[in-house]
């Protein structure tokens, strides 16, 4: 490896942004090695789509260093800055064909037509367009349309591509494969992607690495497994995994090693580590990690069920408490809404959180 | 039941609008009408609602004797250049407001739509002092063209600033990111896309240009110069009013526009509505 691999192809280094009052960017400290996939994700107004825009030169920083490929690009226009961008309505140009719309960047550049036309007819076989390039953008489907949008960018062979939550206008199925596509293709080519959206699932499944932000800071980031285990705090716990992490007020005991969750019965779990006892906390107990056993059973705490969604694959049960438990049993469970049933979690899988600041405690 | 009820709705509405459009257009016949009459039954009683023998000869009296082509020419001299001026000074300012956002924009909008409120008649006064002592009315012209110009742009400005804004941002931010600056992107992207608004807006200027009169009148002093709608007037003489002579006149006058406009109308309709629809 040389040295200029190294370096990360992207780089915000402090970065803040201002509109008036509005902070939409705060202390942003973000670095991008070449060729990583890399996915923002928060709910609407975290700042997701702001910091693609800076990225993009569509939005200045307020503060900070931005860099790309080594270079400081705070005050280098868009044009200048060699990145591929998708955008959320695709942004095809309505007066221009496929293949216009395609090649205009390489146009724009002063490629020659004839060497546009061929890297046209050879982008449009990779995204299997190839029949299309004479339609104009209003004739083409939904999926087309992304494809369109897709084949544009890689049509430039840019420092990234930059994706604005490029699959929400995509019905459900159509989105699942784009997802698979639009990685193969990312791997295929060897470049470096920033991908904005607001779905966990699209965040966890496409990248190396994942950014969860809120109210315009990273609150953490890294690759989607160690935020799915190790969430620095209730809102990414919350956030990372479906369905959500369930929250239950509880106190540590008197023995500091076992916990009491706030729910009809007091159930008892036990917990990895030792804790002062009568400390408030948070626990964090994810659907998927709540055995469902015999109430009677040693180890087992009973709950009352209210609700049974069957999926087939999967058995969603609802506890009739406040707040409500949601629990992920086997496709198939028996259960029924009015049975109790026991819960059991193993220790090491007790999440538990600082009830003021939400913050993770313990390790 | 109901759909009958919608029926006889539509038949009523579509009667008023028939009735309404009647009353307006009557006058327009009217001109036809008295062209093509004799002095005579143009005053007759009751009146005539149509010529007994048309009189084509009044329409080349008025070829042959008054200098209608001088007079035509001037009037789509001054209609191209007021078109031009709005048109140009105008997409680039419609741009502008469509695209920023703050208090100063709608100051700026506020001052253009308070330009629409004044009446020419009570303009043509401090324009024509300012015009004399810059020298402008050596050209009265390209005088007239700038006070008309003054009067047409916010009409211009409002129109094209609906066609700007229904055109979605993220065209020209794609445009942006795929190598192109602000202004490549509002002339390969923006313009096209405004085309049938800009238009169409650009050919109602030019129709407010070709009939404007109250500047005209004012500014240019040189009978040489005027354009149609003044020399018309030079029928209406103290004695006689060769009433059908004035209407043949008219009716060489208007018939070109608004053969344009019925040829047009769908186009017009549909680059005025097109931000609604978009």
């Given at each position: 490896m040389t040295a200029t691999d190294q370096k990360p192809q992207i780089e915000f280094i402090d970065v803040d942004k201002h509109y008036g009052s509005f902070?939409?960017?705060?202390?942003?400290?973000?670095?991008?090695?070449?060729?990583?996939?890399?996915?923002?994700?928060?709910?609407?107004?975290?700042?997701?789509?702001?910091?693609?825009?800076?990225?993009?030169?569509?939005?200045?920083?307020?503060?900070?260093?931005?860099?790309?490929?080594?270079e400081r690009v705070n005050d280098i226009p868009p044009r200048k800055r060699d990145l591929a961008m998708v955008f959320q309505s695709y942004a095809l140009y309505p007066h221009m064909n496929v293949r216009d719309n395609l090649t205009y960047a390489l146009r724009l550049k002063g490629v020659s037509k004839a060497e546009r036309a061929r890297k046209a007819d050879e982008v449009a076989a990779v995204i299997g367009l190839d029949n299309l390039l004479d339609r104009k953008p209003r004739e083409l489907s939904g999926g087309q349309r992304q494809r369109v949008a897709m084949g544009r960018a890689i049509i430039r062979e840019p420092k990234a591509f930059l994706f604005d939550e490029p699959l929400s206008n995509l019905d459900a199925s159509l989105r699942v494969r784009m997802r698979k596509e639009i990685r193969a293709l990312h791997d295929r080519i060897g470049s470096t992607s920033v991908y904005v959206t607001h779905d966990q699932i699209e965040a966890m499944t496409m990248a190396d690495h994942v950014v969860v932000m809120q109210a315009g800071v990273i609150e953490q980031q890294g690759a989607p497994l160690t935020?799915?285990?190790?969430?620095?705090?209730?809102?990414?716990?919350?956030?990372?995994?479906?369905?959500?992490?369930?929250?239950?007020?509880?106190?540590?005991?008197?023995?500091?090693?076992?916990?009491?969750?706030?729910?009809?019965?007091?159930?008892?779990?036990?917990?990895?580590?030792?804790?002062?006892?009568?400390?408030?906390?948070?626990?964090?107990?994810?659907?998927?990690?709540?055995?469902?056993?015999?109430?009677?059973?040693?180890?087992?705490?009973?709950?009352?069920?209210?609700?049974?969604?069957?999926?087939?694959?999967?058995?969603?049960?609802?506890?009739?408490?406040?707040?409500?438990?949601?629990?992920?049993?086997?496709?198939?469970?028996?259960?029924?809404?009015?049975?109790?049933?026991?819960?059991?979690?193993?220790?090491?899988?007790?999440?538990?959180?600082?009830?003021?600041?939400?913050?993770t405690l313990g390790d | 039941m109901s759909a009958l009820n919608e029926n006889r709705k539509n038949a009523v509405l579509f009667t008023i609008a028939l009735v309404i459009a009647a009353i307006y257009l009557f006058p327009l016949y009217w001109m036809y009408v008295t062209s093509l009459k004799t002095n005579s039954s143009i005053f007759a009683v009751p009146p005539e609602f149509l010529p007994g023998a048309p009189q084509w000869q009044t329409y080349a009296l008025i070829w042959n004797e008054s200098d209608i082509l001088r007079y035509l020419k001037n009037s789509i001299f001054i209609a191209t250049g007021v078109t031009l001026v709005t048109v140009i000074v105008g997409a680039g300012a419609a741009y502008v407001l469509a695209r920023y956002r703050s208090i100063w924009i709608d100051i700026a909008l506020f001052t253009i739509l308070m330009l629409q409120v004044l009446p020419p008649s009570l303009m043509v006064t401090p324009i024509f002092v300012a015009f004399t002592s810059l020298g402008i009315l050596e050209y009265p012209r390209i005088g007239t063209i700038l006070a008309i110009s003054a009067k047409t742009m916010p009409f211009f400005v409002i129109l094209c600033r609906a066609a700007f804004m229904?055109?979605?941002?993220?065209?020209?931010?794609?445009?942006?990111?795929?190598?192109?600056?602000?202004?490549?992107?509002?002339?390969?992207?923006?313009?096209?896309?405004?085309?049938?608004?800009?238009?169409?807006?650009?050919?109602l200027i030019f129709m407010q240009g070709f009939g404007e009169y109250v500047y005209s009148a004012s500014l240019i002093a040189d009978n040489r110069l005027q354009p149609a709608s003044i020399g018309m007037t030079n029928y209406l003489q103290p004695n006689v009013v060769t009433w059908n002579a004035i209407m043949a006149f008219a009716a060489t006058y208007v018939t070109p526009i608004l053969a344009a406009f019925v040829l047009l109308q769908r186009k017009i309709v549909s680059g005025l509505t097109s931000g609604a629809l978009k």
């Amino acid at each position: 490896m040389t040295a200029t691999d190294q370096k990360p192809q992207i780089e915000f280094i402090d970065v803040d942004k201002h509109y008036g009052s509005f902070h939409a960017l705060k202390a942003i400290n973000l670095a991008i090695p070449k060729g990583q996939f890399v996915a923002l994700v928060g709910p609407s107004g975290c700042g997701k789509s702001t910091l693609l825009r800076t990225l993009a030169g569509l939005e200045k920083i307020t503060s900070g260093t931005l860099n790309i490929a080594g270079e400081r690009v705070n005050d280098i226009p868009p044009r200048k800055r060699d990145l591929a961008m998708v955008f959320q309505s695709y942004a095809l140009y309505p007066h221009m064909n496929v293949r216009d719309n395609l090649t205009y960047a390489l146009r724009l550049k002063g490629v020659s037509k004839a060497e546009r036309a061929r890297k046209a007819d050879e982008v449009a076989a990779v995204i299997g367009l190839d029949n299309l390039l004479d339609r104009k953008p209003r004739e083409l489907s939904g999926g087309q349309r992304q494809r369109v949008a897709m084949g544009r960018a890689i049509i430039r062979e840019p420092k990234a591509f930059l994706f604005d939550e490029p699959l929400s206008n995509l019905d459900a199925s159509l989105r699942v494969r784009m997802r698979k596509e639009i990685r193969a293709l990312h791997d295929r080519i060897g470049s470096t992607s920033v991908y904005v959206t607001h779905d966990q699932i699209e965040a966890m499944t496409m990248a190396d690495h994942v950014v969860v932000m809120q109210a315009g800071v990273i609150e953490q980031q890294g690759a989607p497994l160690t935020l799915y285990e190790k969430p620095v705090n209730r809102f990414v716990a919350g956030f990372i995994g479906s369905p959500a992490m369930n929250f239950v007020p509880a106190t540590v005991d008197d023995t500091g090693q076992t916990i009491r969750l706030d729910l009809k019965g007091q159930p008892t779990i036990a917990i990895a580590r030792r804790f002062p006892p009568g400390t408030h906390v948070v626990a964090g107990l994810r659907p998927e990690h709540v055995d469902i056993g015999d109430p009677d059973a040693a180890g087992y705490a009973p709950i009352k069920i209210s609700a049974v969604e069957a999926t087939g694959s999967a058995t969603y049960l609802f506890s009739d408490d406040d707040p409500e438990l949601i629990i992920v049993a086997a496709g198939g469970h028996s259960a029924r809404a009015g049975d109790t049933v026991g819960f059991k979690i193993a220790p090491d899988r007790v999440h538990l959180f600082d009830p003021k600041t939400g913050i993770t405690l313990g390790d | 039941m109901s759909a009958l009820n919608e029926n006889r709705k539509n038949a009523v509405l579509f009667t008023i609008a028939l009735v309404i459009a009647a009353i307006y257009l009557f006058p327009l016949y009217w001109m036809y009408v008295t062209s093509l009459k004799t002095n005579s039954s143009i005053f007759a009683v009751p009146p005539e609602f149509l010529p007994g023998a048309p009189q084509w000869q009044t329409y080349a009296l008025i070829w042959n004797e008054s200098d209608i082509l001088r007079y035509l020419k001037n009037s789509i001299f001054i209609a191209t250049g007021v078109t031009l001026v709005t048109v140009i000074v105008g997409a680039g300012a419609a741009y502008v407001l469509a695209r920023y956002r703050s208090i100063w924009i709608d100051i700026a909008l506020f001052t253009i739509l308070m330009l629409q409120v004044l009446p020419p008649s009570l303009m043509v006064t401090p324009i024509f002092v300012a015009f004399t002592s810059l020298g402008i009315l050596e050209y009265p012209r390209i005088g007239t063209i700038l006070a008309i110009s003054a009067k047409t742009m916010p009409f211009f400005v409002i129109l094209c600033r609906a066609a700007f804004m229904s055109i979605p941002r993220e065209l020209e931010e794609a445009a942006l990111v795929d190598g192109n600056s602000r202004a490549g992107a509002f002339v390969m992207i923006v313009l096209p896309l405004a085309r049938n608004g800009i238009l169409v807006a650009a050919l109602l200027i030019f129709m407010q240009g070709f009939g404007e009169y109250v500047y005209s009148a004012s500014l240019i002093a040189d009978n040489r110069l005027q354009p149609a709608s003044i020399g018309m007037t030079n029928y209406l003489q103290p004695n006689v009013v060769t009433w059908n002579a004035i209407m043949a006149f008219a009716a060489t006058y208007v018939t070109p526009i608004l053969a344009a406009f019925v040829l047009l109308q769908r186009k017009i309709v549909s680059g005025l509505t097109s931000g609604a629809l978009k």
